[in-house]
């Protein structure tokens, strides 16, 4: 099978519409999304309608984590918009409600087989999926996502892509679809090919400065938001 990894979109619908028409030239069989759907970003029903056709594996990041509590308690939204930005309010405000039990439901983590190739996707962790790990961990963290079984353990929540090879286990971080932190900017994921093993980081060009101008208008405040789709 060809598998497309992909993850933290984070509501740019520019970003994965670019992942998936190449995913789509590269005859994808299935998607294997590791979260954050949500959050940050302005576009969370175009990301569900970009996903929507595909055979998929998804699993429940931080960010449906904070969708879920916003959704129960409004009055978290203030403190979550202060440090991210309005994405969890628009996805609130404009996700009917079976597209919100949806994304608050999703499983973490979900095992997968694919062609006998055991799989475990993630968001942060396999145990917690608000634990960062990224290119750079310890040996000691990087043993215990290697979990025995598993030919490959899927991660995402770092934005930093990543392919590590740990006592028989293949852990993959395809990096961000919406909001890459590794300064190169563009839309990330990674393409996996379970018949040979291999995986492939790859980093999709699109139209990035109507997105940064989007954020710039509804967040002058926050200009992170932008800065960090461009920065190299």
């Known amino acids: 099978m060809r598998l497309a990894l992909l993850g933290d979109i984070h509501g740019n619908a520019a970003a994965l519409r670019a992942?998936?028409?190449s995913a789509s030239a590269e005859r994808v069989d299935a998607l294997l999304v590791t979260g954050d759907l949500v959050g940050y970003y302005f576009d969370?029903?175009?990301?569900?309608?970009l996903l929507a056709p595909w055979r998929k594996y998804v699993v429940r990041g931080n960010h449906e984590d904070m969708l879920a509590a916003a959704r129960e308690d409004?009055?978290?939204?203030p403190s979550i918009e202060r440090k991210y930005g309005s994405g969890v309010r628009v996805a609130l405000e404009t996700l009917s409600g079976?597209?919100?039990d949806a994304l608050c439901s999703l499983p973490h983590p979900l095992?997968?087989?694919?062609d006998g190739a055991r799989m475990l996707l993630c968001h942060g962790a396999p145990w917690d999926n608000d634990?960062?790990?990224y290119p750079d961990a310890d040996e000691t963290l990087l043993a215990r996502c290697a979990v025995p079984g598993y030919k490959f353990v899927i991660l995402g929540h770092t934005h930093h892509p990543m392919v590590r090879g740990v006592t028989g286990t293949t852990?993959?971080?395809?990096?961000s679809v919406g909001q890459p932190r590794n300064r190169q900017p563009g839309a990330h994921w990674a393409l996996l090919d379970t018949g040979t093993g291999k995986t492939a980081l790859r980093c999709e060009p699109y139209d990035i400065a109507s997105v940064a101008a989007e954020a710039r208008r509804r967040h002058p405040d926050l200009p992170y938001l932008a800065e960090v789709l461009?920065?190299?």
């Open 98 to 100: 079976e597209a919100l």
């Open 230 to 232: 461009e920065r190299r």
């Open 19 to 21: 992942v998936l028409e």
């Open 44 to 49: 969370a029903q175009g990301v569900l309608d």
């Open 74 to 77: 409004r009055s978290a939204l």
């Open 111 to 114: 095992e997968i087989d694919a």
């Open 171 to 175: 852990i993959v971080n395809p990096g």
């Open 131 to 133: 634990v960062y790990v």
